[in-house]
């Protein structure tokens, strides 16, 4: 390859790439995509192909590159090309690569001079490239000629701004010697997409094909219309050159050999040619690594200390060791212990914020699902006055009582405390889920000694199975009790005289009216698509009504819906819906919004259902009853009561509901206080206690702390990843010290390219330039007469390189004719000033005497200072 520079720098990004490759990570070092741009027939693709160091893009006159050509440079140990529209195929002689552009273009765009905006993808894998993409773009052309479409200019204009406008990429502005340099294209394009010229270099091509007489010496030096990174001329091969097959090593000597001879350009002859460009465009990507490299150390650093902590655990570490065997025993088991009750108790550090957890998950169950498999535990209306009825005729058999029979009211509470067994004992198997669902969490941390954990999870499981039969004998044993006696003198209960006055409208229990019960998301599942579909609405639940809101904050009511005659009815998943769904319908068979019967009302989980159910519950809205259940109690209601028998079914109606309502009260406490004490206090009592006496009998300690093959791959890996870390910011800081990065040239003045009027290159003042290398001077024809009067630092150039003297006039026309250095402002930071520029003007200057072999500079008068 012909390109050294990049070479050099192979080794440094594989280096990087094997770093992270070891961590198994990729190294995002993002390199820039260069571009070239011109003018047609400028040079592009021969620029392109020295950079590369190949010699395999389609040549000639005229419009040759017609679609652009995104070239992949891959580094690979095998040098070959492959395209992308024909993936099977590997080039490895390049002469056919250059042919299968030519046909592959001739195919989109026809052989007329077509153009076509479709890249054409070539990838070239070699031992000798960076990781690139470099792209040769059709030249810039005004006059459209064959199949070219009548605004050619305008098409090429945007499909080349399309891959110059990328922040990353470098912008190659090539144009012609023999080309007035006002006029380029190119670089007005550049000017369009990088107006502060960071990533623009000029590039001068075909300075053997000028005119006898002229030369580009000023352009070249930056002096006339100046880029921030100024130009580099180089000379390519003729297209005699490419059709003799002249190799690019020898059109590179040629060209060194043009730039050392030529009179105009020998002073500049190490700032000129293709390798001066490969290397600019090189220490550009060596700059794009080095201001990657504090990214990435960073976050190499942070993984390192993230590592630190464990990996400090390992250092020594010896798996067959009893000493650690038997402390890392204590000590997983304490914290299993330790976790165990911070989920139940609740605690500060590591909150769950996704879902409940633990503790929380039982507090529902006490004061969510228990109360409301209470509720929806309780007497139909028409049952209970029907079972009255018949105690209170079985009781006085053949005789009409004349007195309400107290027997009656103690066989139907009786009933009534007898339903309570379920309720109590599905709270027991929702709690003891809870509890083993804990168990597992707290046992993941074992997950390192698979034996430790499998015997823990087993032996406290089989602990909270032997509480569970004694808690609900306690609960069954509370039930029996309540049973027992049924205490009328309870402080609570109505009694025999407020019973006969209550009225029967109090019979269904309400909270205080206006008060608000629940608020929450709810989605109307059932509005049809014609009406905007199901929608999410802020549902607020009061004891007197349902209403709607559009959102949380209350201010646009949707709906309000009164509780009278509605009941809950569960309503079955949708077979594409993964939400839950119940509906609230009403008994009178009225519509209860808008023209829908029942509105459906849908949640995320099954638990979140069950808890509006249990609100609705407490505002008095209960769930549907069977059918069948409905049609056999309408049959069997068929009989008539006298009105002696109504008031006697009223008056222990009552004293049910009171009686019942005390023993509800004292369950829905008690029930709770129980589990706690039996079940989760005696477990947690048994992991601190108890727990490692059961593990110690269970198996010896080398069975139950041998270490699981997923643990022993983990800390091998972690070892592994620690030192290819430190491995890596070795290597960065190796590429730190080894590397250099130039500093960004200073802002020149580059307003000639926002002129829309084309200036004609003639010798006016120059523009100020710093675009030589920081202690370079400029050759300089003769001696310098006399010493500086004031030396310059070098570290001062950039204040005095970029203005010019102020209030100045310019120059004699006469001066230029000398050649004279000394006529001109000053060009760079190391040469010295005549006259600093702190001096106001008119004060006289101490100028050197002239060397006598030089001639005497002519001063005009200066009026403008004077006057």
Same mark, same amino acid.
């Given at each position: ?30 390199? +820039? ?135 990353? *990429? ?101 700032? /000129? ?24 150390? *960073? ?57 409940? *957890? ?154 205080? +009216? ?25 549902? %607020? ?114 004293? %049910? ?89 200073? +802002? ?20 100020? *330039?710093? /675009? ?53 402002? +000053? ?41």
């Amino acid at each position: 390859m012909g390109n050294r520079g990049m070479e050099e720098l192979i080794p440094l990004v594989n280096k990087l790439q094997d770093a992270f490759s070891s961590i198994g990570q990729s190294c995002h070092l993002d390199l +820039p995509q260069i571009a070239v741009v011109g003018g047609q027939s400028a040079g592009k693709s021969s620029v392109l192909e020295n950079f590369v160091g190949r010699d395999f893009l389609p040549r000639g006159s005229g419009i040759v590159t017609r679609r652009p050509l995104i070239l992949q440079l891959i580094f690979s140990k095998t040098e070959y090309a492959e395209f992308l529209h024909c993936k099977s195929k590997k080039f490895t002689d390049f002469e056919e690569v250059r042919q299968e552009i030519e046909a592959e273009t001739d195919r989109v765009t026809g052989t007329n001079k077509g153009i076509s905006p479709v890249p054409i993808n070539l990838r070239v894998y070699s031992p000798h490239v960076l990781n690139l993409t470099l792209i040769d773009l059709p030249g810039i052309t005004k006059v459209p000629v064959g199949d070219q479409p009548p605004d050619i200019e305008y098409q090429i204009k945007d499909m080349v701004l399309q891959f110059i406008s990328r922040e990353s *990429s470098l912008i190659l502005a090539v144009t012609p010697a023999n080309m007035d340099l006002a006029n380029s294209d190119a670089l007005k394009l550049a000017k369009e997409v990088d107006p502060q010229g960071l990533r623009t270099i000029g590039v001068i091509t075909k300075l053997d094909l000028m005119d006898e007489g002229t030369d580009a010496r000023d352009i070249l030096e930056n002096k006339l219309l100046p880029l921030r990174r100024g130009y580099i001329g180089v000379v390519n091969r003729s297209q005699k050159d490419i059709e003799g097959k002249k190799d690019i090593r020898a059109a590179l000597a040629a060209e060194r050999k043009f730039f050392l001879s030529h009179p105009a350009y020998r002073h500049m002859a190490d700032r /000129m040619g293709t390798p001066h460009l490969q290397k600019t465009l090189n220490q550009q990507l060596t700059n794009h690594i080095r201001e990657s490299l504090p990214a990435l150390r *960073s976050k190499l650093q942070s993984q390192l200390l993230s590592l630190e902590k464990e990996v400090e655990e390992y250092k020594n570490f010896r798996p067959d060791d009893p000493t650690r065997k038997t402390k890392a025993l204590l000590q997983m088991v304490q914290q299993f212990g330790v976790d165990f009750e911070k989920r139940i108790e609740g605690s500060g550090d590591q909150v769950d914020t996704l879902e409940l *957890s633990g503790g929380a998950r039982i507090n529902r169950i006490f004061h969510e699902r228990f109360p409301f498999e209470l509720v929806k535990m309780e007497f139909d209306e028409k049952d209970l006055r029907r079972e009255i009825s018949y105690a209170i005729k079985n009781i006085h058999g053949v005789r009409t009582g004349l007195f309400t029979p107290d027997l009656a009211f103690e066989a139907i509470v009786k009933k009534q405390v007898v339903k309570l067994k379920e309720p109590c004992l599905k709270c027991v198997d929702l709690v003891i889920q809870e509890l083993i669902n804990t168990v597992r969490q707290c046992t993941s941390k074992l997950s390192s000694y698979p034996r430790l954990r499998e015997e823990t999870e087993r032996i406290v499981t089989t602990y909270i199975r032997e509480r569970e039969g004694r808690t609900k004998d306690q609960i069954l044993l509370l039930i029996d009790i309540e049973q027992s006696y049924i205490n009328t003198n309870h402080e609570d209960f109505i009694g025999f005289a407020n019973a006969q006055q209550r009225s029967t409208q109090l019979n269904k229990k309400r909270a205080i +009216p206006n008060q608000v019960i629940r608020r929450g998301w709810l989605t109307i599942n059932n509005i049809s698509l014609m009406k905007g579909g199901s929608k999410e609405y802020w549902f %607020v639940l009061t004891a007197e009504s349902l209403s709607w809101y559009k959102d949380e904050e209350e201010k646009e009511k949707k709906y309000m819906l009164p509780l009278d005659n509605l009941k809950i009815r569960d309503v079955e998943k949708g077979f594409m819906s993964n939400k839950h769904v119940f509906a609230i319908f009403n008994t009178e068979q009225r519509n209860v919004y808008k023209d829908l019967r029942q509105i459906e009302l849908a949640c995320d989980s099954q638990e979140d259902v069950d808890s509006w159910k249990a609100s609705f519950l407490r505002a008095g809205v209960y769930p549907e009853k069977d059918q069948a259940e409905n049609e056999d109690g309408a049959q069997e209601n068929t009989f008539s009561m006298d009105p002696q028998l109504e008031r006697q079914v009223e008056t222990i109606r009552n004293l %049910v509901d009171s009686y019942v309502a005390i023993i509800n009260k004292s369950i829905r406490d008690l029930m709770p206080k129980t589990i706690m004490h039996l079940m989760i206090n005696n477990t947690k009592a048994f992991i601190h206690h108890e727990l490692l006496a059961y593990l110690y009998s269970s198996a010896d300690q080398s069975s139950l702390m041998e270490e699981s093959a997923d643990q022993a791959q983990r800390r091998d890996d972690m070892l592994r990843m620690y030192h290819a870390l430190k491995e890596a910011l070795s290597i960065i800081g190796d590429i730190s010290t080894s590397t250099v990065s130039t500093p960004v040239p200073p +802002p020149v003045d580059d307003t000639w390219l926002q002129s829309t009027s084309s200036h004609s290159p003639t010798l006016q003042r120059r523009p100020v *330039s710093s /675009m030589h290398p920081p202690g370079r001077p400029p050759a300089v024809r003769g001696p310098t007469p006399g010493p500086p009067l004031i030396p310059v630092p070098v570290g001062a150039a950039a204040s005095f390189s970029a203005p010019p003297i102020p209030s100045r006039p310019g120059p004699h026309p006469s001066v230029f004719a000398n050649n004279d250095p000394f006529s001109a402002p +000053p060009q760079i930071p190391s040469r010295p000033a005549r006259i600093p520029p702190g001096i106001p003007p008119g004060v006289p200057s101490r100028r050197p005497p002239a060397a006598p072999s030089r001639p005497t500079i002519i001063r005009p008068a200066e009026p403008s200072l004077l006057d």
